[in-house]
């Protein structure tokens, strides 16, 4: 990494992927160590340690960084906090037609609510584990994975290969990722395409922190959808049809968003 680089989103991209890989072998020695040490048996409880590390690895190699406190109020600009949450909607929708699909190969969709931790993610049985997956997915994780994935291999990937290379192959390790849960293939699906729609968002706003926030939101509608009546009442009448028109939105969006800004952007990055 490039201490003389003052900015805080371009010194990421001076973060190599070496320098990265040795962070990520650390942090699993650190978090190893702190974990045992402890002696607290739960694996939400050991993904949150990890994450915490990661995170602290970028907190060191952004020391000295000015732009932050800039970013961060862009987040809150009103402009940009609406297409936050509009793309955090919109792929939470997606995501709601791919699985049907994928559940249902041949058959015409039906607009519903899957469960995504009983589809995707890991089944919770206490709840203090219920209690910190949340904390790591809708908290944590984004923080450690936008910075990791974003903020350093996609970076990376885009300076040596173009756009289209590493849309692609940083979403496909993200993706790989999350195999694990009752239907992994689903997840890694899931994750795959929510993956290449953040490189491209990052793409278009220079910003890891509205990738962030994009993130916080998505997980958290996860959470809402599994474990509360809101979303589920959303999917029938007298809702139906405007979210069978959200859905189908979606589908068209989607991808239409992440080809498009992956060709206008396919240059170096500096």
Known sequence: MDFSVKDFNVRLRTITLLEAGIAIV????????IYNFIGFENEEFSSMIFDLCIMGFFALACIGTRGFTKDVNKVFEFGNAFKIVALAVIDFLFCTV????????????????????????????DPLTLFLGFIVAVFIAPIAEEL??????????????????????????????????????LHVITATTFGMLMCVFYMKYDNILMNIAVH?????????????????????????EVMGLLCLFSVIFVPVYIIYYARKFNKPVF
């Open 98 to 125: 791919l699985i049907n699909l994928c559940v249902n190969v041949g058959l015409v969709f039906t607009v519903h609510a899957p469960s995504f931790l009983n589809a995707a993610g890991p089944g919770f049985t």
């Open 26 to 33: 650390i942090c699993l020695f650190l978090a190893g160590y």
């Open 216 to 240: 916080f939101l998505g997980n958290l509608l996860v959470y809402i959808n599994d474990y509360t009546p809101l979303l589920s009442i959303l999917y029938h009448e007298p809702f139906a």
């Open 148 to 185: 990791l994935f974003r903020g350093v291999i996609f970076n990376r990937l885009k300076i040596r290969k173009g756009a289209p290379f590493a849309i692609v192959v940083s979403s496909i390790i993200f993706g790989s990722l999350h195999f694990y849960g009752g239907a992994p293939f």
